[in-house]
Antibody, heavy 126, light 110 residues
Framework: VHLVQSGAEVKKPGESLKISCKASGYSFSAYWIGWVRQKPGKGLEWMGIIYPGDSDTRYSPSFQGQVTISADKSSSTAYLQWSSLKASDTAMYYC????????????????????WGKGTTVTVSS | QSVLTQPPSVSAAPGQKATISCSGS????????VSWYQQLPGTAPKLLIYDNNQRPSGIPDRFSASKSGTSATLGITGLQTGDEAEYYC???????????FGGGTKLTVL
């Protein structure tokens, strides 16, 4: 199982950007996949996930409306997109295959990242 | 601040045991499964523990974890210098409807 991410990006504030993550070695449509942000010297921040099988998408409240997560089943590729970058978006972005689900009555949830990409560095600077 | 609270740093001698705590609430750790990750310097995180105490294949049994109430603990025995890394806990937060991570703990083996 591999997640191969697109290369480093250097952008100016206000520009748009779409980074990618190509999955291989497993059935892309059958697993949740998403993104985790790590700012320089800081911890991990969960951004959101998508289930490629039906495009069901969940966002962290911190990132809702700030980014768009999408997936293309035909190419087994997940995407993270910004319409207008800010300097505060400067970070490493990890593509992450995630196991996620709930008990029959949604009385508990399981969640973990079992496969990580190597990361895409995004630098936003004027 | 992170939803899950971890000590910023932990240290222990080679061959000894280190424990890292992760504290949350009923909306996250209290009712959901916990996972743990190791991030070596300059690399992507790696899954160490899932579903509170399960090790993926390839993870040595020196790594173990437990959960009690709204807290979880990662234990590492037989410490090696190669274990020096940042360790993160993670879980689902039912109130946020989002995955959450702890702030991370830097383990120093001295």
């Amino acid at each position: 199982v591999h997640l191969v991410q697109s290369g480093a990006e250097v952008k100016k504030p206000g520009e748009s950007l779409k980074i990618s993550c190509k999955a291989s070695g497993y059935s892309f449509s059958a697993y949740w996949i998403g993104w985790v942000r790590q700012k320089p010297g800081k911890g991990l921040e969960w951004m959101g996930i998508i289930y490629p099988g039906d495009s069901d998408t969940r966002y962290s409240p911190s990132f809702q409306g700030q980014v768009t997560i999408s997936a293309d089943k035909s190419s087994s590729t997940a995407y993270l997109q910004w319409s207008s970058l800010k300097a505060s978006d400067t970070a490493m972005y990890y593509c992450a295959r995630q196991e996620y689900g709930s008990g029959s009555s949604a009385d508990y949830y399981f969640f973990y990242v079992d496969v990580w990409g190597k990361g895409t560095t995004v630098t936003v600077s004027s | 601040q992170s939803v899950l609270t971890q000590p910023p740093s932990v240290s222990a001698a080679p061959g000894q045991k280190a424990t890292i705590s992760c504290s949350g609430s009923s909306s996250n750790i209290g009712n959901n499964y916990v996972s743990w990750y190791q991030q070596l310097p300059g690399t992507a995180p790696k899954l160490l523990i899932y579903d509170n105490n399960q090790r993926p294949s390839g993870i040595p049994d020196r790594f173990s974890a437990s959960k009690s109430g709204t807290s979880a603990t990662l234990g590492i025995t037989g410490l090696q210098t190669g274990d020096e890394a940042e360790y993160y806990c993670g879980t689902w937060d039912s109130s946020l409807s989002a995955g959450v991570f702890g702030g991370g703990t830097k383990l120093t083996v001295l």
